[in-house]
């Protein structure tokens, strides 16, 4: 059974840094792409970043080149974003995202950018 438990969202201001870790557990964790989306009020859920299982594959959404960064650790099954210079933009509900036969989502973790 497929489990994806993120963590760190939170209240920060602008320009301020955040880190959002997800932890998996049920699949072959290297294997696998992992994903981090996130949801606006209002909006449609985006994909913000990608990570291959070996690491060595990245891609961002344009809105957030240059300022988040993804990473994994393989050993700890973990997958994380850093997200520094937030911007109001950046609020919503982040989503760790694994895709298999079928899309594994996790709860989500708010994160609040105040102007």
């Known amino acids: 059974q497929v489990q994806l438990v993120e963590s760190g969202g939170g209240l920060v201001q602008a320009g301020g840094s955040l880190r959002l870790s997800c932890a998996a557990s049920?699949?072959?964790?290297?294997?696998?792409?992992m994903n981090w989306y996130r949801q606006a009020p209002g909006k449609q859920r985006e994909l913000v970043a990608a990570?291959?299982?070996?690491?060595?594959?990245?891609s961002y959404a344009d809105s957030v080149k240059g300022r988040f960064t993804i990473s994994r650790d393989n050993a700890k099954n973990a997958v994380y974003l850093q997200m520094n210079s937030l911007k109001p933009e950046d609020t919503g509900v982040y989503y760790c995202?694994?895709?298999?036969?079928?899309?594994?989502w996790g709860q989500g973790t708010q994160v609040t950018v105040s102007s």
């Open positions: 049920g699949i072959i964790f290297s294997l696998k792409t």
């Open positions: 995202n694994v895709k298999t036969i079928i899309d594994f």
């Open positions: 990570i291959s299982g070996g690491g060595g594959s990245l």
